[in-house]
């Protein structure tokens, strides 16, 4: 239940005061004045001469006044053994591909001729034996074929109003691939509390003012949650936003990596670390945790809710290493490549398309001129007295 305490008029102008809790301070609807709630309460003293109430909780005031950073502590170290440092025997039956235009590096088994990059599409890639390559321990394999793909293209670019219509019709799919993609998949943990203001208000009309009543409430979450399979990829060469698109993965369906779910496909090699991607994992981790107990806090009979501060251990686990099934379209149009992406396992289809000017600007002005006749009738009808 919310302690009763007041609230005064602007020493400056007369309107009311109310407790902004982003400042911790009392300001005025008005003349926007700002007073510290002590200075007020001495300069009027305990007479409360024409004072208007209004309520809040006083724990929660004394949490916003001393409201500090978001904290965060980080421990452990990431877990990197059970991962393969090479390949082994299986060495002898992949061959590595290296782009001397992109510096891309893909794998394939040996029975599968790569003929160019499937990334910048130079046609001059160098083959080599594969060496110092870490071998992954999981793989998720193709569940779609390459028709799929092309298909899901085509729907994607169905029902596109702004989509030049050109596009559907002379745009041609210059390469399509399906490329194992490799994770990083992280296991860690994260243990917050977390402080949360709630706030319920009301309204209603004194004399010559519009007085609204708050009242504020102290509102703290404790969340310990465990996260398995974090995915981060960790190849240069896709693009960060375009991978996390695509998610998510049934990862109950991934298994043991063997080879021999790699005959038609290519596989990219890693080169980027561990340590480089876990800032990463490390920010969705700590962001889904907030969440659930933001979520949680919404649960409450409150108007609004507003997180102003954290206390968060997160705690790194294991790492593994995955190979993930994509396909990579490159679309080639006007001149221009586009670049999409598909989910191997799920279907999802990612990308961005052009956009007509000439159709978006006509789209525009057709919704402004119905808006316009819709304003005018009813400035009419309003001027002939209904």
């Not at 809040?56 to 421990?75: H, P, Y």
């Not at 290296?98 to 599968?112: D, H, N, V, W, Y």
Request: charged fraction near 25%; glycine fraction near 8%.
């Amino acid at each position: 239940m919310a302690n009763k305490t007041v609230n005064y008029k602007c020493p400056s102008c007369g309107g009311p005061l109310h407790f902004d809790s982003a400042s911790g301070k009392l300001k005025c609807d008005y003349c926007l004045s700002v007073y510290k709630p002590d200075e007020i309460a001495e300069m009027y003293g305990d007479k409360g001469k024409g004072k208007q109430q209004v309520e809040f909780d006083q724990e929660a005031e004394a949490d916003v006044m001393s409201r500090k950073e978001d904290e965060i502590t980080v421990g452990g170290k990431w877990d990197a053994s059970t991962i393969p440092a090479d390949w082994g025997e299986d060495s002898a039956n992949m061959v590595a591909y290296s782009c001397p235009s992109c510096g891309g590096e893909i794998l394939a088994e040996a029975s599968t001729a790569a003929t160019s990059c499937p990334y910048c599409g130079n046609p001059t890639i160098i083959e080599s034996k594969l060496s110092g390559s870490m071998r992954p321990q999981y793989i998720i394999p193709f569940k779609l074929d390459q028709k799929a793909a092309a298909a899901a293209y085509q729907k994607f670019c169905k029902k596109r109003v702004l989509l030049p219509k050109t596009f559907s019709s002379n745009s041609t799919i210059e390469k399509l691939r399906g490329i194992y993609v490799p994770f990083w998949l992280f296991d860690s943990n994260v243990s917050g509390d977390y402080s949360f203001l709630g706030e319920n208000s009301s309204t209603h009309r004194e004399g010559d003012y519009i007085v609204t009543r708050r009242s504020q409430f102290s509102i703290r979450r404790s969340v310990d949650v465990g996260f398995r399979f974090i995915p981060t990829d960790a190849s240069r060469n896709m693009p960060d936003d375009l991978m996390d698109s695509l998610e998510p993965y049934d990862y109950s369906q991934m298994t043991q990596f063997s080879t021999s779910y790699l005959p038609g496909y290519l596989a990219d090699r890693s080169d980027v670390s561990i340590d480089e991607s876990s800032d990463r994992a490390k920010t969705r981790a700590v962001e889904s945790a907030q969440n659930i107990a933001f979520m949680d806090a919404r649960k409450g009979p409150y108007a609004s809710v507003l997180p102003y501060g954290s206390r968060v251990s997160f705690s790194k686990g294991e790492v593994h290493y995955a190979l993930l099934p994509v396909y990579i379209l490159k679309v080639g149009w006007n001149g221009k490549n586009y670049l999409y992406a598909m989910n191997g396992q799920t279907g999802k289809f990612v990308g961005d398309l052009p956009v007509d000017k000439g159709r978006f600007m006509g789209l525009f002005g057709g919704i402004s001129a119905a808006l316009f006749v819709l304003f005018y009738i009813l400035v009419q009808f309003i001027l002939s007295g209904f």
